[in-house]
């Protein structure tokens, strides 16, 4: 009985027992399929090698603290590890969580001095050496944890500090300002001395690019969000680098939109300089300061009704900031912010600031390479090349003395005579005491940015200040809005018209004198003949003043003029006598100046009676053109009586008009006629059969330099050709053999705009 029991009893026992087991299995395997995998944490750091171990979880964490407990606010002190830190601004203690964590991703604030770790004194690492791209305190070693307190300990304001420490300080602040101050209203009353430390903070560590942005956007949040500053007090923020259109230019920009007003150039220059999306080149990088003084002026001609309108858009300004903190783990946070649209993000409106960009860069293009090659932003020479509304505030001493010199050579007549030597001499030149045209083009810009034109000018038909004795300065004609009328180049009636003064100055000098009534003439019929505007006129004056202080002598002249074909001087005595008969009259002083002009050109100078004659009105009747004496053996047949030809010469006005429209065709046959002659640019090597490299440039590069070396100078358009024959672009042809003489001779080898220049030295050392 007693057997039977206990092998009953054994028998309940392991049936228990099993299913006990059974039951235990089973509810573990629920267990496992049911638990939930914790997400991947966010990570902030820069990416390393891959690794493929599973992720550690994270240590345990001490008990929580909270922001009141551990922060130390501005102007109290604490001790860590033997370090006084006097100040405060930082979280001191332990368990204070980050902003955002979840379950799974528990971790510390990074900013916050855990006392209890470990420090090494002996050792500071000073320069930062242990520390992450996203520093932390907990992960820092104890030599970086003793040079991180003591840069607090110093004042926080070492300029050789390693960034990473003033990032891991502003994290602190970042949290005050941008999460405590919600939770805890009282925080607010610090947000001012906060934003305070920050702006010296950026005073002194401002130059790493990566601080300044995060400290720009942080404080422009802080002082707009915080303290509600109205829309209309706003002003552009300061220039820095940004990943994106500041908050502040997003407001205005949206404000003015809304209200259907226009962007001020401010405003307008704001967003340029803040856009991912602008084309700054060169000239408005190095450049800046007089890119930002003349993108406004440009701007205000652009949109003439007070700056550029643009109608709302639907999309609504929304605004999220990004902590540099990897606290804020989970991106940004979001501010509420005024309902205003996003103009930042319209395509249109913003091509239209480009192109004002684009206008203002390449009118500092020629100023930017001269400061670039130079290192010179105020001498006369560098001002000549910048725009003449931003001269003035930055003349040197030696511009203005050499301004001063003119002004007082132009006297109260507003015209004057110069020694050219005396300008050579204060202009920086290649070679003592004589001007390239380049040169001496650069000197006439210089005294137009002043109101002060010069003859000769070779920009209008002269020729170099080099190349005369005396030349006349003159006080340039105003335009409507009351700036002088600097323009650069000549009309073809101006330089038709220059041209013709000069060969009448030649012919009326011939016999040693140029009577006041040849001088009459010379101005009066020139003037009258083509249409000049009043500048124009105004300048031809001064160019005639200089003609008849040093006439330009016959002997070459006459070869050239007998170079030209039949055609040519037939077309040219023609229209000369169309501009001399331009007025209507024809008078001795005029036909004597003619007659001796006549035989320069190979013709007979009683031809100017029959060119004459074909000018008239009608053909039927001989005409008196001037009264002369009774010709022995010759009888004047008697005029008929009351017809044209008895009332005297009338001309064809339709003619005469015809005959000036030549005015192009007549200005380039003088050109070449007084043209200058010119120093031969150094002959090219050889070319090698299997294709030369000189300085470095590819084939095609090489070939255009060498094809460039055939002249001392081109025009632009000739330029254009030989890179189309060659099949470069032409821009990019010269910025490429420039850069290859900076990098071999130091200097640039082709300058100019309209007209390209050779430097003969720089070439020959290219092609040695």
Known sequence: ?????????????????????????????????????????????????????????????????????????????TTVAG????DGMIYVGRG??????????????????????????????????????????EKLSARTRAGYLEWLASGRRAPDAP????????????????????????????????????????????????????????????????????????EPPPEVARWEVPLTTKLALGAFAEKGEPIPAEWALSWVLTSQNARLRTPAQRCREEFRDLFPLRYAERFRDGGLKIKPNKTRLSVSYRPASPSFRYGGVDLVVPDLPD????KAPFRKLQEVVDQVTDELDAYSRWVGRKDDRRSPAALALMPRELVS????????????????????????????????????TRKAGKLTRLESTSLCRFLSHYGVGIEPDCRFAGPSLTKTDRAVVFRLEET?????????????????????????????????????????????????????????????????RWLLLDPPGLAGLKRRLQGLDAEQRHSLARFLLAVAAADGRFDPAEVKILQKVYPLLGLEADDVFTDLHALRSGDDEPVTVIEGEPATGYEIPPQGAGGEAARGLVLDAEKIRATRDDTERVSSILTEV???????????????????????????????????????????????????????????????????????????????????????????????
Not at 198 to 219: C, I, K, M, R, T
Not at 343 to 346: A, E, G, R, Y
Not at 397 to 422: C, Q, R, T, W, Y
């Open 1 to 77: 009985m007693e057997c039977g029991s206990l092998f009953l009893l054994l028998l309940v026992l392991g049936v228990l027992v099993t299913a006990f087991v059974v039951w235990s299995a089973s509810k573990g395997n629920s267990q496992t399929a049911t638990r939930p995998q914790p997400p991947r944490p966010a990570h902030r750091r820069r990416p390393t090698a891959t690794s493929h171990a599973p992720a550690a979880q994270p240590p345990p964490l001490s008990p929580r603290s909270t922001p009141e407990t551990c922060w130390v606010a501005k102007g109290d002190a």
């Open 83 to 86: 370090y006084e830190l006097a």
């Open 96 to 137: 204070l969580s980050s902003v955002q964590e979840d379950n799974w991703s528990r971790s510390n604030e990074p900013a916050l001095i855990q006392p209890h770790l470990q420090v090494n004194p002996a050792q500071p690492d000073r320069n930062g050496e242990g520390l992450d791209y996203w520093p932390s305190y």
């Open 163 to 234: 960034v990473g420490f003033v990032f891991l300080f502003f994290y602190g602040i970042e949290r005050r300002v941008l999460a405590d101050s919600r939770t805890a209203p009282a925080v607010k009353d610090e947000i001012e001395g906060l934003l305070d430390e920050v702006e010296e903070l950026l005073a002194v560590y401002g130059d790493n690019h990566s601080f300044q942005g995060y400290a720009s956007s942080f404080l422009e949040v802080g002082r707009l969000l915080l303290r509600q500053v109205p829309l209309a007090e706003l």
């Open 343 to 346: 103009v930042t993000i319209l």
């Open 393 to 428: 505030s930055r003349l040197s001493e030696e511009g203005a003395e050499l301004v001063a010199g003119i002004e007082a050579s132009l006297g109260d007549s507003g015209n004057g005579v110069v020694d050219p030597a005396l300008l050579i001499a204060a202009w920086p």
């Open 480 to 544: 409507p809005n009351g700036t002088p009328d600097d323009r650069e180049e000549a009309t073809a009636d101006y330089q038709a018209a220059a041209l013709l003064l000069r060969l009448a100055a030649a012919v009326a000098a011939a016999d040693g004198e140029v009577s006041q009534h040849e001088e009459q003439h010379l101005r009066e019929h020139v003037e009258n003949g083509l249409e000049l505007s009043p500048a124009e006129q105004r300048r031809l004056d001064a160019h005639l």
């Open 674 to 768: 007084f043209k200058e002659d010119e120093e031969p640019a150094p002959a090219p090597p050889p070319a090698a059969e299997s294709g030369p490299s000189l300085c470095g440039l590819d084939a095609d590069h090489t070939a255009f330099l060498l094809r460039l070396s055939e002249r001392p100078h081109w025009e632009r358009s000739q330029i254009e050709h030989l890179a189309d024959e060659l099949g470069v672009l032409p821009d990019g042809a010269l910025e490429t053999i420039n850069e290859a003489a900076i990098e071999t001779c130091g200097d640039l080898l082709l300058e100019g705009d309209d007209v390209i220049e050779i430097d003969g030295e720089i070439l020959q050392e290219m092609t040695a």
